[in-house]
């Protein structure tokens, strides 16, 4: 079992930036792979990124080259930077972890001027 609690979320304008923590109650092993995701108003929930074991990384098309996903297993905690967000980037973001099959509570991310 493991408690994934997520933080960083907020309002920003467009073009902005903002860094989402995952903070995890256990050791996360570097094999564990680790997502984000995101849900939208009314639709349906999406992966935005992974961390998979050796640090292969992958992203949706929507948010390739603007959102990086990193961990820090001493910290036990996975991070998303979210640069150049646009207001489709909107939803709440989810952590999760892939092998326990664990989520988050999710953080409110709203892009808007």
């Known amino acids: 079992q493991v408690q994934l609690v997520e933080s960083g979320g907020g309002l920003v304008q467009p073009g902005g930036s903002l860094r989402l923590s995952c903070a995890a109650s256990?050791?996360?092993?570097?094999?564990?792979?680790m997502g984000w995701y995101r849900q939208a108003l009314g639709k349906q929930r999406e992966l935005v990124a992974a961390?998979?074991?050796?640090?292969?990384?992958s992203y949706a098309d929507s948010v390739k080259g603007r959102f990086t996903i990193s961990r820090d297993n001493a910290k036990n905690t996975v991070y998303l930077q979210m640069n150049s967000l646009k207001p489709e980037d909107t939803a709440v973001y989810y952590c999760?972890?892939?092998?326990?099959?664990?989520w988050g509570q999710g953080t409110q991310v709203t892009v808007s001027s």
């Open positions: 256990r050791s996360i092993s570097t094999i564990d792979a």
């Open positions: 999760y972890h892939m092998r326990l099959g664990y």
């Open positions: 961390t998979r074991s050796g640090g292969s990384t």
